[in-house]
């Protein structure tokens, strides 16, 4: 205790007076996530200014056996940043860095510290007449260290890539206190193995992102969002097919929702008004964008749309004929989300399939929930255009809650054995963290999880960056 104690002392001193939280009842909201499913512990919660700050931090704890969990935003959905009960971890929180450090616009880049929310990176991106393209529900309160520790999605990943394909170079706090500066701005390295991937989706179990140069991207200016009453969910595989093709494969974004969740939201979320005339078993929200004005976007949806009619695909469609029609339609993708609580209780899931597939595995997935819980309503939606389905369900009316939630390891278990019998994934863009170990045990290669604990044991032998967590 003694050792601790001075431990603690010097922790404090390093960061300063504001750079520390000890009260109880202010430690609280970094121990709680989002959704309530773990309630965490610890004595201490650090708030370093620079990377300096974080090295020594994570010196000290070396020296003294501190596990460290790194906290960003604190919007994560699998308990990736929240220490476990008598782990006697430290939160590392790295809000205070939220520096942009540099925008190249000749070069296509930004360099910016970790605590910087993705909101503030896109408004400097588009300030500079540029895009940083990831885009989730999250963005006011997401930071992007986090976002690249989780390798986090969103919805225009079928047009730029998951956070992983958008940076280009890192710099890193290592388990001992070193430094890695990696923050190169180049396009071609070809020096070795590329070591940021080990940090990237490493759920801060390697080492502490601090700082990040990621990808720029021309402006787009001419936009055309459209929704759209789908005939059948393999109609979005036809829809989404053509066009890719019409538009010479400038689609950005192609989302899918089902009545379920649409009816919820139009019902109960302020604002959300259904665009079309009559109701509809799914639909498609998708956009194409081209860099400059009237680059034949316009032309390319109207064309797309009335094919899509003519073949069937389709029975209705609406075109933002505003910025503010178009933002309309994206609120109605955002109050999917939280119109789900106005159904119940909700297992939810978070899987990846091959595009080619996702009608597929949501009738399979259907199927067998609602045979394992009769009257269980299934709610897909997601980022169908990528593979990334959010496949939850949401309880039966005549059920109560308990007793639905008391199916959810088997109904996981179900949803999760299709996914992987379809050569998917059981965590598309969530992470694993605390929430997804047992599916790590359970449906990783023997092999795979062998080279990730050889890893781990390589780079943090003493087990003290982010424990209980991935592996």
């Not at 190169?184 to 490493?202: P, S, V």
Request: charged share 20%; proline share 5%; with cysteine.
């Amino acid at each position: 205790m003694p050792q601790r104690a001075a431990a603690m002392a010097r922790i404090k001193e390093i960061v300063g007076p504001k750079g520390w939280i000890e009260a109880v009842e202010d430690i609280a909201p970094f121990l709680v996530e989002q959704r309530g499913m773990f309630q965490g512990e610890c004595a201490l919660v650090v708030r370093p200014v620079s990377t300096q700050e974080v090295a020594a931090v994570i010196k000290t704890c070396a020296q003294f056996g501190i596990s460290v969990v790194p906290q960003g935003g604190n919007t994560g959905l699998v308990g990736a940043g929240i220490p476990a009960q008598g782990s006697g971890a430290i939160i590392l929180s790295l809000g205070r860095m939220n520096n942009i450090r540099e925008i190249d616009a000749l070069n296509y880049t930004i360099t910016v510290e970790a605590g910087c929310i993705l909101a503030n990176i896109q408004s400097a991106a588009t300030a500079a007449d540029r895009l940083f393209p990831l885009s989730l529900s999250a963005e006011g309160s997401c930071q992007i260290g986090g976002n690249i520790s989780t390798n986090a999605g969103g919805v225009n990943v079928l047009r730029y890539g998951n956070a992983r394909d958008l940076v280009l170079g890192l710099e890193v706090v290592l388990p001992d206190g070193r430094i890695w500066n990696g923050l190169k701005r180049l396009r071609k390295d070809n020096t070795g193995y590329d070591l940021k991937h080990l940090y990237i989706g490493g759920e801060g179990t390697l080492g502490i992102i601090t700082a990040a140069v990621c990808k720029l991207f021309p402006r787009p200016k001419d936009v055309q969002t459209a929704f759209v009453g789908l005939r059948s969910p393999e109609a979005s595989l036809a829809l989404l097919a053509r066009a890719r093709s019409a538009s010479g494969d400038r689609v950005t974004s192609f989302e899918q929702i089902c009545r379920a969740s649409f009816a919820a939201a139009c019902e109960h979320m302020p604002g959300i008004r259904d665009p079309l005339t009559h109701d509809f078993d799914d639909y498609a929200l998708f956009e194409l964008s081209g860099a400059e004005p009237g680059s034949g976007m316009a032309d390319a949806m109207e064309t797309i749309l009335a094919e899509a009619l003519e073949a069937g695909e389709i029975d209705d469609a609406s075109i933002a004929q505003s910025e503010s029609q178009r933002a309309d339609f994206w609120r109605i993708r955002d109050a999917v989300v939280e119109a789900q609580k106005f159904l119940g209780g909700s297992i939810k899931h978070d899987i990846s399939i091959g595009v080619s597939r996702v009608p597929e595995f949501i009738r399979r997935a259907n199927a067998t929930v609602m045979a394992l819980v009769p009257g269980a309503r299934p709610v897909p939606f997601g980022h169908c255009g990528d593979g990334n389905i959010h496949y939850n369900i949401s309880q039966p009316v005549d059920m109560d809650l308990a007793t639905f939630m008391s199916h959810r390891a088997a109904v996981t278990r179900a949803v999760y054995d299709i996914v992987v019998d379809m050569g998917g994934s059981f965590s598309a863009e969530h992470g694993v963290g605390q929430l997804k170990l047992r599916e790590m045990a359970r449906y990783k290669q023997p092999l795979e999880l062998d080279l990730m604990r050889r890893l781990k044991d390589a780079l943090d032998p003493s087990g003290l960056m982010n424990p209980g967590k991935l592996l």
